[in-house]
């Protein structure tokens, strides 16, 4: 990945903030007060990354998405909005790599771009969840046990209670646990990631409207940061509520494999 990142952001004094600490860390940094100067920016070549706010004047981050997306440029994005709901879906949707809700920790951000300048170093991302469709969650809600084993990513079901009542092999081999060790346990207990606002607020949107959210995250994993594409969807039919994980190609855990799952011992959670 270029080590040049483009700040889009017309808050003078957060692009200022932003382009300091970025200097500060290495990033050479460029910098655009509207959405048309940053297609310009980005076309023109050279932009590893962009930090894009969602709700410039001129033309709003999904609509620079949308462009880039036209002229086929291909950088990753990161969209940042200090709104609490509704964006990061359509930002997603419309390209997004990674979103940030303002005010966000600075150290996340830097986390994010690390972890994903080494993911690309990996290759592909496998059964990248956020490219499923509403349709797609809700057909694998009416899948078998052994019909979201072979799913090439993590799935996990909540019951009523918040409790882990489908773990399917995918998430045991990226999680190292063994799926009967947890099955029965609180979320909250075997994944503390969950206690993180924003992914706790997705969980009680799923139960209460069924509300699928979107999300991403870096994890420690196995000595490594991980970025992992989260989608919580809430089945209003059983009431309960679904998580299904995506992570980039290559870090599941090396020394578990389905044959040696039924001799797994539960690890540390992301």
Request: aromatic share 8%.
């Amino acid at each position: 990945m270029d080590d040049k990142v483009l700040v889009v952001e017309q808050n003078e004094d957060l692009a200022l903030a932003l382009t300091l600490v970025l200097e500060r860390e290495g990033y050479r940094v460029a910098r655009a007060a509207n959405g048309f100067e940053a297609i310009r920016l980005v076309t023109a070549g050279g932009v590893g990354l962009v930090l894009l706010d969602d709700d410039l004047e001129d033309l709003s981050g999904g609509g620079v998405l949308r462009v880039l997306a036209d002229l086929s440029v291909r950088a990753p994005v990161f969209v940042v909005s200090a709104r609490s709901t509704g964006w990061q879906k359509d930002a997603f949707r419309h390209g997004a790599t990674a979103c940030l809700r303002k005010p966000f920790d600075v150290r996340r951000l830097l986390d994010l771009i690390e972890a994903f300048h080494q993911a690309e170093t990996r290759g592909v991302w496998q059964g990248d969840v956020r490219r499923l469709s509403v349709e797609d969650l809700m057909r694998l809600a009416d899948l078998s046990r052994a019909e979201l084993d072979e799913l090439p990513f993590g799935a996990i079901r909540l019951d009523g209670d918040r409790r882990i009542d489908q773990f399917n092999s995918f998430e045991a081999r990226a999680a190292s646990f063994f799926p009967p060790s947890v099955i029965g346990a609180r979320f909250s207990d075997i994944a503390p990631c969950s206690l993180v606002k924003e992914f706790a607020d997705a969980i009680e949107q799923g139960y209460a409207t069924g509300e699928d959210r979107v999300l991403r995250f870096v994890f420690p994993h196995h000595g490594a940061r991980t970025v992992v594409s989260v989608r919580v969807f809430g089945d209003r039919v059983t009431r309960r509520v679904w998580i299904f994980v995506s992570k980039a190609r290559g870090q599941l855990a090396p020394d578990l494999t389905d044959a040696a799952l039924g001799d797994a011992l539960p690890g540390d959670a992301r």
